[in-house]
């Protein structure tokens, strides 16, 4: 019920920025707990942050506290994760996804998140 797809991914030195953008369908965007995850080559999907329903809480996770902000725009139907002091290890596809209605809890598993988009490339050159 609810179809995400990102955009905003590219190629981008070393202290660059970037910003990804997430686009959700139908009208219970608004009413969703929204994350973003990142999978390095190699590694597993890792949680980078969450929003709450009403964009008024955030949790980030230790590797980018400080340097991603994410933010989200319901009349707009738009979830946003800004990048800066981009380092070589965020390199990752990005994925946002849709929480399952409920309280935060095991908040960085994935499991938790009911609906995914399909990614998009992040790299960043040193």
């Known amino acids: 019920q609810v179809h995400l797809v990102e955009s905003g991914g590219g190629l981008v030195q070393a202290g660059g920025s970037l910003r990804l953008s997430c686009a959700a369908s139908g009208r219970t965007f608004s009413s969703r707990d929204m994350g973003w995850f990142r999978q390095a080559p190699g590694k597993e999907r890792e949680f980078v942050g969450l929003?709450?329903?009403?964009?008024?809480?955030?949790v980030y996770a230790d590797s980018v506290k400080g340097r991603f902000t994410i933010s989200r725009d319901n009349a707009k139907n738009t979830l946003y994760l800004q990048m800066n002091s981009l380092k070589p290890e965020d390199t990752a596809v990005y994925y946002c996804?849709?929480?399952?209605?409920?309280?935060?809890?095991?908040?960085?598993?994935?499991?938790?998140?009911?609906?995914w988009g399909q990614g998009t490339q992040v790299t960043v050159s040193s």
């Open positions: 996804a849709a929480k399952v209605v409920g309280s935060w809890v095991q908040i960085q598993n994935q499991r938790m998140y009911e609906y």
């Open positions: 929003i709450s329903w009403s964009g008024g809480d955030t």
